[in-house]
């Protein structure tokens, strides 16, 4: 009998797990920035995200009807501070996840968030409460790539921004949002339509400040902002040209893209030869030969180099997709740049992290390719799922130490072909590596000021471009950016508002990884994949040049 008692007992108690609240798991709606960055508060009146486990049905329940309630199939909020506590309005709960809106009247600062399914209250998390912090609706749902901006045709007509549906400059655009900030009526019924009062919304595109028309509730959906905006003259063309939206002056909200075309067609990107391929699909090669060196000065007794010679490729086979987007693959265009925010460091230790293009569907190559120069004959190992390469040296202890070999001169890549790719040879011809004018001046970065920084040695059509990343460890949250400079400058500027959503170096500063890389491609280092079986193919040499600094 006691066993069978104690059997029903355990059973009853895995059935009525109490809900739980992931840490760090209440982001904004739109941005999904993470709480450890400056953008990544709750703004009053605005849509937020709770992940979590036991925090709804099953079966997950939205909504129906206005006005929202501040319960849903037995779910609800509370956000206290002090003696002051306020219910959410959730208006769509699931057992992972809740969609809410954070009450116009909630108090501002930090809060405490409390989930409550059925009289049962899960574990307390903090939430930083605001004014005013936008976040922009993306196409894949997490705050980055192709936004929900729409091209304003005619009231009939407002198809959805995309790289194969370019804007045009002058053409006004509808983007999507929530977090402007608080209005004065009730938030769980449709709002008013009219531009929020209190709130300056600036909308930037390409690095341009866009003329705004409206900014305010969107007709019909309460928590959900709507800001038009105009396409500036002078903004940049290309498939994924940033767009981020500044209130107040200085809260800046997550990046996402908009594609900009003089006809309106689909997108063209003369910087990227695989843009195309990855918007409209193909079968593509890439090949990279890196030399990557990074000089390690904060928290270091002695200020080091590490350095490593690499290559890295794929052929593979991609799909059209209505909003194609990678980090990799989809570049600001010359002269701007764009931003992603997201957990954990972004860059994983190395620039290569962060820049490895998607694999895609593998294509049959046949043997793995041989690289010719002067470190020898060098051929490709598999070295991750759709990956090839080869680590030919490093500087690090205990990892090839003293074997670096990549230099300039003539290189040559070589494919013996397969199944699904023929057979290949592409030369580059690799100069002498860029000269970084002001990297040991770089160490303390003001956040709040533009960043600058200055080379010689490079050609009228190289591409050159610089890459940060900034992760605070203790919340495990990170922003990276990626600039490219203008082709025959010798230096380039990070806007303060690039900077701004980069989490503070911790006076810890091992609780912090921090680092800023400045890439140069030679124009003669870049050279075509001819191939049967390949749409676009290319093989180019990167010099990464890399940066420890401390973001304050």
Same mark, same amino acid.
């Given at each position: 009998?006691?066993?069978?008692?104690?059997?029903?007992?355990?059973?009853?108690?895995?059935?009525?797990?109490?809900?739980?609240?992931?840490?760090?798991?209440?982001?904004?709606?739109?941005?999904?920035?993470?709480?450890?960055?400056?953008?990544?508060?709750?703004?009053?009146?605005?849509?937020?995200?709770?992940?979590?486990?036991?925090?709804?049905?099953?079966?997950?329940?939205?909504?129906?009807?206005?006005?929202?309630?501040?319960?849903?199939?037995?779910?609800?909020?509370?956000?206290?501070?002090?003696?002051?506590?306020?219910?959410?309005?959730?208006?769509?709960?699931?057992?992972?996840?809740?969609?809410?809106?954070?009450?116009?009247?909630?108090?501002?600062?930090?809060?405490?968030?409390?989930?409550?399914?059925?009289?049962?209250?899960?574990?307390?998390?903090?939430?930083?409460?605001?004014?005013?912090?936008?976040?922009?609706?993306?196409?894949?749902?997490?705050?980055?790539?192709?936004?929900?901006?729409?091209?304003?045709?005619?009231?009939?007509?407002?198809?959805?921004?995309?790289?194969?549906?370019?804007?045009?400059?002058?053409?006004?655009?509808?983007?999507?949002?929530?977090?402007?900030?608080?209005?004065?009526?009730?938030?769980?019924?449709?709002?008013?339509?009219?531009?929020?009062?209190?709130?300056?919304?600036?909308?930037?595109?390409?690095?341009?400040?866009?003329?705004?028309?409206?900014?305010?509730?969107?007709?019909?959906?309460?928590?959900?902002?709507?800001?038009?905006?105009?396409?500036?003259?002078?903004?940049?063309?290309?498939?994924?040209?940033?767009?981020?939206?500044?209130?107040?002056?200085?809260?800046?909200?997550?990046?996402?893209?908009?594609?900009?075309?003089?006809?309106?067609?689909?997108?063209?990107?003369?910087?990227?030869?695989?843009?195309?391929?990855?918007?409209?699909?193909?079968?593509?090669?890439?090949?990279?030969?890196?030399?990557?060196?990074?000089?390690?000065?904060?928290?270091?007794?002695?200020?080091?180099?590490?350095?490593?010679?690499?290559?890295?490729?794929?052929?593979?086979?991609?799909?059209?997709?209505?909003?194609?987007?990678?980090?990799?693959?989809?570049?600001?265009?010359?002269?701007?740049?764009?931003?992603?925010?997201?957990?954990?460091?972004?860059?994983?230790?190395?620039?290569?992290?962060?820049?490895?293009?998607?694999?895609?569907?593998?294509?049959?190559?046949?043997?793995?390719?041989?690289?010719?120069?002067?470190?020898?004959?060098?051929?490709?190992?598999?070295?991750?799922?759709?990956?090839?390469?080869?680590?030919?040296?490093?500087?690090?202890?205990?990892?090839?130490?003293?074997?670096?070999?990549?230099?300039?001169?003539?290189?040559?890549?070589?494919? @013996?072909? /397969? =199944? *699904?790719?023929? %057979?290949?040879? $592409? !030369?580059?011809?690799?100069?002498? +590596?860029?000269?970084?004018? #002001?990297?040991?001046?770089?160490?303390?970065?003001?956040?709040?000021?533009?960043?600058?920084?200055?080379?010689?040695?490079?050609?009228?059509?190289?591409?050159?471009?610089?890459? @940060?990343? /900034? =992760? *605070?460890?203790? %919340?495990?949250? $990170? !922003?990276?950016?990626?600039?490219? +400079?203008?082709?025959?400058? #010798?230096?380039?500027?990070?806007?303060?508002?690039?900077?701004?959503?980069?989490?503070?170096?911790?006076?810890?500063?091992?609780?912090?990884?921090?680092?800023?890389?400045?890439?140069?491609?030679?124009?003669?280092?870049?050279?075509?994949?001819?191939?049967?079986?390949?749409?676009?193919?290319?093989?180019?040499?990167?010099?990464?040049?890399?940066?420890?600094?401390?973001?304050?």
């Amino acid at each position: 009998m006691f066993r069978i008692v104690f059997a029903c007992v355990l059973a009853s108690s895995a059935l009525a797990q109490p809900p739980l609240v992931y840490n760090r798991a209440v982001l904004n709606g739109a941005s999904f920035a993470p709480p450890g960055i400056p953008g990544g508060a709750i703004a009053q009146g605005s849509i937020f995200t709770i992940f979590g486990s036991n925090l709804g049905p099953a079966q997950a329940q939205r909504a129906a009807t206005y006005p929202l309630n501040t319960s849903l199939a037995g779910t609800s909020i509370a956000v206290s501070q002090g003696n002051t506590t306020v219910n959410a309005i959730p208006f769509y709960v699931s057992s992972g996840q809740i969609n809410a809106i954070m009450p116009s009247n909630a108090p501002v600062g930090l809060a405490s968030l409390r989930v409550v399914v059925g009289g049962t209250k899960s574990n307390a998390v903090p939430v930083q409460v605001t004014t005013t912090s936008f976040g922009i609706f993306a196409a894949n749902s997490a705050g980055s790539g192709p936004g929900i901006l729409q091209n304003f045709v005619s009231a009939a007509s407002t198809p959805t921004n995309a790289p194969t549906m370019a804007a045009q400059p002058g053409q006004t655009i509808i983007l999507w949002g929530t977090g402007l900030g608080p209005i004065s009526g009730a938030d769980n019924v449709t709002p008013p339509v009219a531009n929020l009062a209190g709130v300056k919304a600036e909308v930037f595109v390409g690095g341009q400040p866009a003329t705004v028309a409206y900014a305010g509730r969107a007709p019909g959906f309460a928590g959900t902002d709507q800001i038009n905006f105009v396409v500036p003259r002078n903004a940049p063309s290309g498939c994924w040209v940033p767009v981020y939206v500044r209130t107040n002056g200085t809260n800046v909200s997550n990046f996402v893209t908009i594609s900009i075309q003089a006809n309106g067609a689909t997108c063209s990107d003369a910087l990227n030869p695989l843009a195309n391929a990855l918007v409209a699909g193909g079968k593509t090669g890439a090949i990279a030969i890196v030399r990557e060196t990074t000089h390690e000065d904060v928290s270091v007794t002695v200020p080091v180099d590490v350095a490593a010679d690499f290559t890295i490729g794929a052929f593979s086979s991609f799909s059209a997709a209505p909003y194609a987007f990678h980090p990799a693959l989809s570049l600001p265009p010359a002269g701007t740049c764009t931003e992603y925010t997201g957990k954990a460091d972004l860059a994983h230790g190395s620039f290569v992290g962060f820049a490895m293009p998607p694999p895609g569907a593998a294509l049959n190559a046949g043997s793995p390719p041989v690289l010719t120069g002067p470190p020898g004959k060098v051929t490709f190992t598999p070295v991750l799922p759709g990956y090839q390469g080869a680590l030919i040296g490093s500087s690090a202890p205990g990892a090839m130490s003293g074997s670096l070999s990549l230099s300039p001169g003539t290189y040559t890549v070589s494919g @013996g072909g /397969g =199944a *699904d790719v023929g %057979s290949f040879t $592409a !030369t580059l011809n690799v100069p002498s +590596a860029i000269t970084w004018v #002001n990297r040991n001046q770089i160490t303390d970065i003001d956040r709040s000021q533009p960043l600058t920084v200055s080379w010689t040695g490079s050609g009228p059509n190289d591409v050159v471009g610089l890459v @940060g990343v /900034g =992760a *605070d460890i203790t %919340s495990n949250s $990170a !922003t990276a950016f990626a600039c490219v +400079a203008q082709p025959g400058t #010798n230096s380039l500027t990070v806007p303060a508002d690039v900077l701004s959503n980069v989490p503070p170096t911790q006076q810890y500063v091992l609780n912090s990884a921090d680092v800023i890389y400045l890439v140069s491609i030679p124009q003669s280092a870049i050279a075509a994949i001819k191939a049967t079986g390949l749409d676009t193919g290319v093989a180019l040499f990167a010099y990464v040049n890399g940066k420890t600094v401390i973001f304050q």
